[in-house]
């Protein structure tokens, strides 16, 4: 096998663990990650687990970065195409709300599961979990002001804003794993209070 060969099958490998661990870690937290665990339930071998992530640390940053870049897939990316302000922030609302009712993780909000893990323990993992926190805080705020700017909303602070839709969504996610009835619309018609 050709050195390019190894390293595209070594891709594909890491991608179909890094997908599991994510679902397991929406679920178990990232703490809840094993190599064990991981290769019975893809039906590899631990070794090779262990081969392409020498530690566990590095397994859950990888898988850390596994989750941004679903959920960049499939709530920011789309969200991106309608127009600055209140339409994209609208958008980003209504893709998230969508991302949690039908989760793309088992256990929902792969960061409501990741954070508390992690929010007291230093370290790459907790770094990376809060950077992306800070990441999808700024990008809301920069939409708020995009729709101040724009005279589409009232001159509120937009990080301020973004921390409460923030706040809402994520005690959607919780409501939605709990079954609470008419969760969606509660957090839509909160959210839009704040974009009056």
């Not at 959607?172 to 079954?179: E, V």
């Amino acid at each position: 096998m050709s050195g390019d060969q190894r390293v595209a099958r070594g891709t594909r490998s890491r991608r179909t663990i890094t997908r599991h661990a994510v679902d397991v870690a929406s679920v178990e937290g990232l703490s809840g990650l094993s190599f064990g665990r991981l290769a019975t339930d893809l039906g590899i071998s631990k070794g090779g687990v262990a081969t392409l992530f020498p530690s566990k640390e590095q397994l859950q940053v990888a898988t850390v970065e596994t989750a941004r870049e679903v959920f960049l897939e499939a709530v920011v990316r789309p969200a991106s195409a309608a127009r600055a302000g209140l339409a994209r922030l609208r958008a980003l609302v209504e893709r998230w709300i969508a991302y949690a009712e039908a989760p793309l993780f088992p256990g929902g909000c792969f960061w409501a599961a990741g954070l508390p893990d992690f929010d007291s323990r230093p370290g790459p993992v907790r770094d990376l979990l809060a950077g992306q926190r800070r990441a999808w805080l700024a990008l809301l705020a920069e939409q708020v002001s995009e729709a101040v700017a724009a005279g589409e909303i009232s001159d509120v602070d937009a990080e301020l804003t973004a921390f409460q839709i923030d706040a809402l969504l994520n005690a959607a996610n919780l409501a939605l794993r709990l079954g609470e009835p008419g969760v969606a619309g509660k957090v839509r018609r909160a959210i839009g209070g704040l974009l009056v």
